[in-house]
């Protein structure tokens, strides 16, 4: 039995991604009106994670709560990873154990090498070119805001890093257009952009990008990883900071969004994070709903 994996939003389809998206909506639901759902019982998430985390470490361990299941933590300090175990032997060992893998990492390689020797389903819980999770829970709050995303505008605003990539490929999965805008040294992937072209343009200047967008994105300016380079950073992306000028630039019905943590007065001023049009709130939280989603298609429904 090959298990399906969450590597990148390209590793389901796009019809498989609009169920689900669907099934996040009945499942936060079915949350609000207490109506049970622990489809998970007995099952174990476990949670690799090599770089900090907020929502993504609650709101998984939170699902698997809910849906009657049970996480384990493991960060480097406190598993054997941290003391050289190689990725295969960790994945060949955890897979046995556990129902499903979540991690969070550096290279995209070394979700690759995992998934590549494990039993069970992996998640991609965010490494430097991807962060898939993001985006099933940002396509489910666009939805729950303005319907369906097929067809609009949105506006890409920062560092052509992981959230970005993840941008591109949910441009090509739910169909939409894609404008980003990044200082030309922090372009996104070359080969990530071309995968989409027929659905992202791509630009130097904000001001061109948010011009008839529905939705605005941004991110930190200094991903995790990054962290000397901060300096350096704010001055180079001082220009590409969402504001209400610039959202004022935007279709009057847009909304914005951003993964979070956010740092006011840089990427995003007060005013705009703190503003009606954003829906930061509801972004995050939907995150656990559309994970219980993507748990059960994961281990419950791709088991073959
Ligand atoms: N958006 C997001 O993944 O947040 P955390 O880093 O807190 O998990
Ligand atoms: N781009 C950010 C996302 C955090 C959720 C980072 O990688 O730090």
């Known amino acids: 039995m090959t298990p399906r994996h969450f590597l990148s939003l390209l590793d389901f389809s796009s019809a498989e991604?609009?169920?689900?998206?669907?099934?996040?909506?009945?499942?936060?639901?079915?949350?609000?009106?207490?109506i049970p759902h622990e489809f998970l019982k007995n099952k174990v998430l476990g949670m690799i994670f090599e770089k900090?985390?907020?929502?993504?470490?609650?709101?998984?361990?939170?699902?698997?709560?809910?849906?009657?299941?049970?996480?384990?933590?493991?960060?480097?300090r406190d598993s054997q990873l941290g003391r050289g175990e190689s990725v295969p032997d960790m994945a060949r060992v955890l897979s046995r154990m556990v129902d499903c893998v979540m991690i969070r990492t550096y290279q995209q390689g070394t979700l690759d090498t995992f998934a590549a020797h494990s039993q069970v389903p992996v998640?991609?819980?965010?490494?430097?070119?991807?962060?898939p999770c993001q985006l099933i829970a940002d396509m489910q709050?666009?939805?729950?805001?303005?319907?369906?995303?097929?067809?609009?505008?949105?506006?890409?605003?920062g560092d052509g890093f992981n959230m970005c990539n993840s941008y591109i490929n949910a441009a090509r999965q739910y169909d939409f257009q894609l404008?980003?805008?990044a200082p030309k040294a922090q372009y996104p992937d070359p080969a990530i952009v071309e995968s989409?072209?027929?659905?992202?343009?791509?630009?130097?200047?904000?001001?061109?990008?948010?011009?008839?967008?529905?939705?605005?994105?941004?991110?930190?300016?200094?991903?995790?990883?990054?962290?000397?380079e901060q300096a350096k950073r704010r001055a180079l992306f001082a220009p590409y900071q969402v504001n209400a000028e610039l959202m004022a630039q935007a279709h009057a019905d847009a909304l914005f969004m951003h993964c979070l943590p956010a740092h006011r007065g840089e990427e995003v001023t007060a005013e705009v994070i703190d503003g009606v049009q954003s829906v930061v709130w509801d972004e995050a939280e939907n995150r656990l709903h559309a994970q219980k989603a993507l748990l059960e298609f994961l281990i419950l429904s791709a088991q073959d």
């Open 196 to 228: 989409a072209s027929s659905h992202v343009e791509l630009s130097d200047d904000p001001q061109w990008a948010v011009q008839g967008a529905h939705l605005v994105v941004t991110d930190v300016w200094a991903s995790m990883g990054h962290e000397e």
């Open 52 to 76: 900090s985390s907020t929502r993504t470490r609650v709101s998984f361990e939170s699902a698997m709560t809910h849906c009657g299941g049970n996480s384990i933590f493991l960060s480097p």
């Open 179 to 181: 404008k980003i805008a």
């Open 17 to 34: 991604l609009k169920q689900m998206l669907q099934r996040g909506i009945e499942l936060k639901h079915w949350q609000k009106q207490g």
């Open 123 to 131: 998640i991609n819980a965010l490494t430097d070119q991807f962060h």
């Open 141 to 157: 709050t666009f939805y729950e805001h303005r319907g369906s995303i097929q067809g609009k505008t949105v506006a890409w605003i």
